[in-house]
């Protein structure tokens, strides 16, 4: 008797986020056909068993559902137009990337004038997160769809929601990352005043995290802080900087106030013209050491 066949996805971006949800799809049995235009991340989803398309055309030729964990607006235009021109019968697009809503609006018209199906889908949690499957789903458009890929979601996240009409999973992770962007700034400068006044890092760490104060921006980036190494990056600040736009442009355009979210935007500018912009968006605590005159090991003696 023959083997059942394996259930099949093709992933469009094998970046960080995309890259994670690849390997954790085949780890949970499924066929994984990839794609990525830079020749490192190819090589390295191979090594994890997922197979490389020659491009998005040929992979929309392979299998019935395509996620795509895209750059830039223009990386999704350019996807959109190549599953287009595959020509092939009804795919379901999942569309995992945090864009504005124009973009993603536009490139479901294509898709459904082509007869295919795109979910707007944005993913909350960073890179290490996504490795260990610790991410949470906004998926939102057809109901029906959304049902029938709980199975898929279950392969590379914790939980998925059906938020709604398509365009609700980007409106709830515009308000998700405004709060990470402002924890992750919070998080650097509660450290820096630690260490300022002479606490230890390593402590400062221990028992935030104990307390009241704690929150999961802080568990997941304070030990980065603690080390003073940004290097192995989940979110990139060159790439958040992307998501603090739309985020801005977004609660401009229907008149939502973020004083808050603002007042962060000047830190992660500074992180990106100091040597930061491919460092994880931890690394607004050097910012913060830099303008605060604190080298390291050089701290007032402690306070008793």
Request: with cysteine.
């Amino acid at each position: 008797m023959a083997a059942p066949r394996k259930r099949a996805v093709g992933i469009v971006g094998l970046g960080i986020m995309g890259g994670s949800f690849a390997r954790n799809l085949v780890a949970a049995g499924w066929r994984v056909v990839g794609f990525d235009p830079d020749p490192a991340r190819r090589n390295e989803a191979a090594r994890a068993d997922v197979e490389i398309a020659a491009n998005a055309q040929a992979l929309a030729r392979d299998v019935p559902i395509i996620i795509t964990s895209l750059p830039s607006p223009s990386a999704l235009q350019a996807t959109v137009q190549a599953i287009v021109e595959a020509d092939v019968a009804r795919r379901v697009v999942v569309e995992a990337s945090t864009f504005a809503l124009e973009d993603k609006v536009a490139a479901e018209r294509a898709l459904r004038n082509a007869g295919h199906v795109m979910l707007d889908c944005p993913i909350s949690g960073t890179g290490s997160q996504a490795k260990v499957k610790d991410l949470v789903v906004y998926a939102s458009g057809d109901s029906k769809t959304i049902a029938k890929l709980k199975p898929l979601f279950a392969g590379f996240a914790r939980a998925v929601h059906d938020v709604g009409a398509f365009g609700n999973g980007s409106r709830m992770k515009y308000v998700a990352n405004l709060l990470v962007a402002i924890n992750n700034v919070a998080s650097a400068e509660a450290m820096v005043l630690g260490m300022k006044a002479g606490l230890a890092p390593q402590q400062i760490f221990e028992l935030v995290k104990a307390g009241a104060a704690n929150s999961r921006v802080f568990e997941l980036r304070a030990p980065m802080m603690v080390a003073g190494k940004y290097n192995d990056a989940t979110m990139k600040v060159s790439i958040w900087q992307k998501d603090m736009d739309i985020i801005s442009t977004f609660a401009e355009q229907i008149g939502a106030p973020t004083p808050l979210l603002s007042a962060t935007l000047p830190i992660y500018a500074r992180a990106m013209v100091t040597g930061h912009a491919t460092d994880d968006t931890a690394s607004v605590c050097a910012v913060l050491e830099e303008m605060a005159g604190l080298k390291r090991g050089k701290t007032r003696k402690k306070v008793r």
